[in-house]
């Protein structure tokens, strides 16, 4: 629990994330007595709302999108701790009210402020230029956080003159960049699984592992982003943050200690020992494709193309498979395939760790049923792990079977993970900035991505159709055939 008193406050607080998300993970956090007597939550937003109204709209999200049952007595405890202003965050003008709000908690001993910005990219500078002009940031009595919503910028530049402005106004400590995959529960645990069962890290390194999978299939368009989307595709939506962490944290060596400073230094040593892609691109290292109209979960849907703000002759890529490789003596020659795509056949996301073949396999042949042993990490929307071994099938004839043992957390413990925000808001609040990305990180995975879509972009690579509903184009699937392997829970 969080003991000192401290303000919230959201810019954006009319917007979707505010109503689906975090709204609802302060909610969370009070079911769960994690928060301090005094807490007060200050939503600023363009709409023309009275606190009263506000409140009333958040009371419906809460009971709408929280997976937690609505208990009107803890509701009632946040409801009354919010005040909604209203602003336009280009405007100087409303700062000035903001600070004056922020000065009468100051009068009641209140200090502390967590800044959210959940509004679009190009309002993060002025709302940062002026938090700071009128000295919001700087830490007086107590700690002023900024907590900043992706995207972290639409390029390299644009991130760079982002994070200038911030560093400018508040030191990186103070920065928490958001890549919501780090408040996953089943991503901590990935540390915890490597780290703290001694028979893992032994196995984990070229000399035992064959390849790794990362995958994040998703069954969903890309609904109303369409102008975002279309700009931004899935190599800047979901490869160069969410994935590259994912890789970060499986292929990093341990850190010294579990805190920012050092788990960050070893996933920033992964990120920069990634190998460039070739100049001459193929089909055996990346498959794009963009999906066409089809049906998923048993309704017809639009094609990207007829999407609603997309180019019609847009060529921006809704899927992709690559084949990655980690420069470094611990993954030298190991393949790492990511695939992440929109309207595919399934959500879930997944690692997969497929473990080098035993020699003692050959003394099996003939029954040919040995599998290579996988560790799965399973991230949604089931959390768990699971592994695949080989044993002896009972009865009188000598036969193999999997015996895999699977871990379903979701089925031992329910539904009842915190949610994502839940945890980076609680962190935030803590100071730890561990599930947040780093500078570093960033500018080191946007270069990666940068000199990739150069390299893209010059080869003229195709980018395929395919039909929403599927597995993704059948050059995906060849990727993996064409080396021997093939996609773990594909269909
Ligand atoms: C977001 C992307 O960052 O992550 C979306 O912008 C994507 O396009 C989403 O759908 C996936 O997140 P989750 O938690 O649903 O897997």
Known sequence: KVEKPFVFVIFGATGDLTKRKLIPAIYALAIDNLLPDNFYILAIGRRDYTSEIFQNLMEEAVKDYSQRDFEKEVWNGIKGRITYIKFDFSAPEGYLLLKKHLDIFSEKGIHNHLFFLAVAPNLFEPIIIELKKNNLLSEGNGWKRVMIEKPFGENLEKASELNNILTDALPEERIYRIDHYLGKEMIQNILTLRFSNSIFEPLWNRFHIDHVQISIPETVGIGSRGSYYDRTGVLKDMVQNHMFQLLAIIAMEPPV????????????????????????????????????????DGKAVPGYLQEEKVDPNSRTPTFAALKLWIDNYRWQGVPFYLLTGKRLNRKNAEIAIQFKESPGVKLYSDYACAKPNILVFRIQPYEGF?????????????????????????????????????????????????LFTSWDELNVSWRYIEDLEMKLSRNSVPVYPYPAGSVGPEAAVKLMENDGRAWWNMD
């Open 257 to 296: 200690k579990l805190d920012a400073e050092h788990i960050r230094f070893e996933k920033i040593r992964v990120m920069r020992a990634l190998r460039p892609f070739p100049d001459n691109l193929s089909d055996s290292e990346i498959v794009l494709g963009q999906y066409t109209e089809g049906i998923v």
């Open 386 to 434: 699971y592994f695949q071994l080989n044993a002896k099938k009972p009865g009188n004839y000598y036969e193999m079977m999997q015996a895999n043992m699977d871990y379903c957390q979701t089925a031992e413990y329910g539904n009842n993970s915190p949610e994502a925000y839940e945890r980076l808001i609680m962190e935030a609040i803590r100071g730890n900035n561990s």
